[in-house]
C-alpha cells in the first residue's frame, strides 16, 4: 500500500513519518481492503495551547474514502486519535461488506 505524507508550514520529519507507517500497517493488518493513505501535518495558530497540530488522514478504499482529523498539543497525540478514528470507521466498513456477500 502507498503512504503519501504533506506537510503545510511543518518541517519534514522521518519520525512522525515512520510513527504514522507503523499505525497505518497496523490497519493494514486488520484491513487488507486499503489501497492508500495521504497524510497531512499542519499547524495552526490558536488561542487554545492544547490544539494546533493537525493530523489529516485520508484512506482510499472500494467505495467512498474514509478521512479522520485530530488536532492536539503535539503531533503523536493527533495521529493516535486520527489512527483510532479510522479504526472504526474501517471496522463499520468491513461489517458493511461483509453483510453484502
Known sequence: M???FEYDN???SSRLEELTTK???K???KYDFMVRADVFFKTENTSSKNT???CNIRVSVPGPRLFAEASH???EMSIAE???DLDKQLRKKKE??????
Open 23 to 25: 499505525k497505518i500497517n
Open 96 to 101: 458493511k461488506m461483509q453483510a453484502k456477500q
Open 52 to 54: 494546533g497540530k493537525i
Open 10 to 12: 511543518v518541517a519534514a
Open 73 to 75: 498539543e503535539i503531533f
Open 2 to 4: 502507498q503512504i503519501n
Open 82 to 84: 486520527a489512527t483510532d
Open 27 to 29: 490497519l493494514l493488518d
